[in-house]
């Protein structure tokens, strides 16, 4: 009986021991717990003075579970609208809030302490930018002005050099061809600064246009026309022509002749020519020859003296 006693008083002392190494075990993770929580304690504590230079006391007394939490103002809300009223502390709620301004903090970045030097760099350069801006729109508006008041002026200029141009073409194309038609038309009327500039001439006796479908001394007796129409509407001291009268005629030959007696009035005129007859209404001559040697020589004739203007 003592025996059995004595084992069963074992019994209870082995499982005795048992529940005193679990409850050692407990108390010894229970105190590294509270050790660990003393730390952190003391580390938000040291945080809270470092970073927000506040009492933590005084952090848990105006920032604490106990008081309503703040709601942020919408940005897209109007000035006259009232700030929203605070809302009960709610954990779950401001651990999401923490964890967003977290997210926001991080995609910001790093605080820059020369931040302010280089905004200042910054606005100082933008400024710049910003008057040179302006200064080039003006700069830009001045020359679109006067490139419409050039505009304007080469449209005058050439709307009254063109009348002019085509009332002589009509009158010297007559003379040139009798009986015949010839005309200068725009090809824009509306647009003077890109308009181009048809001829049309029509002999005696043909009903062509056509500048293409004429003979080659036609072609070339309405170009002379035009050219002469030129020197008539905007007259010039003196005119250079080379061998204009080449392709013509005898009959064509003397008709431009009449018209180079007329411009001999006002102007003084430099014809390069094979033609005899152009030659003799020359006041002088001036040729190219070759010696026997074999050297070319310039050799000069006045046909005929010329009256100055007083008419001695």
């Known amino acids: 009986a003592r025996q059995r006693e004595l084992e069963a008083v074992r019994t209870d002392a082995d499982r005795l021991a048992g529940e005193l190494r679990d409850l050692t075990d407990v108390a010894h993770r229970d105190e590294v717990a509270r050790a660990q929580q003393v730390a952190r304690l003391e580390q938000l504590q040291a945080r809270a003075v470092d970073e927000l230079g506040s009492d933590p006391d005084v952090l848990v007394e105006e920032f604490g579970p106990h008081r309503d939490v703040p709601v942020a103002r ?52 933008h400024q710049f930018l910003t008057e040179q801006l302006a200064d080039l729109k003006k700069s830009r508006q001045d020359l679109l002005h006067i490139v419409e008041e050039i505009d304007e002026r080469v449209q005058q200029v050439f709307a009254e050099a063109f009348r002019d141009t085509a009332e002589q073409f009509e009158r010297v194309f007559g003379r040139l061809f009798p009986g015949g038609e010839g005309r200068l038309v725009l090809t824009e009327p509306g647009d003077l600064l890109t308009t181009g500039i048809e001829v049309e001439a029509r002999p005696a006796g043909k009903k062509v246009k056509r500048l293409s479908l004429l003979s080659g001394g036609e072609r070339s007796l309405t170009a002379v026309a035009f050219l002469v129409s030129i020197f008539k509407a905007r007259p010039s001291p003196f005119y250079v022509m080379d061998e204009v009268e080449a392709a013509l005629d005898d009959v064509n030959l003397g008709r431009l002749l009449e018209i180079f007696r007329e411009l001999q009035e006002d102007s003084q005129l430099i014809v390069i020519t094979h033609q005899k007859r152009t030659m003799e209404v020359a006041d002088a001559l001036y040729g190219v020859t070759m010696r026997g040697d074999g050297v070319t020589t310039v050799i000069s004739q006045r046909m005929r003296e010329t009256v100055d203007a007083r008419g001695e």
């Not at 919408?74 to 009232?82: F, I, K, L, N, R």
């Open 74 to 125: 919408p940005a897209d809300a109007a000035e006259e609208e009232p700030d929203p009223e605070p809302v009960p502390y709610v954990r779950a709620e401001q651990e999401k809030r923490l964890a967003t301004a977290e997210r926001a903090l991080a995609r910001i970045g790093a605080v820059n302490p020369l931040a302010l030097e280089e905004f200042a760099a910054l606005e100082e350069r």
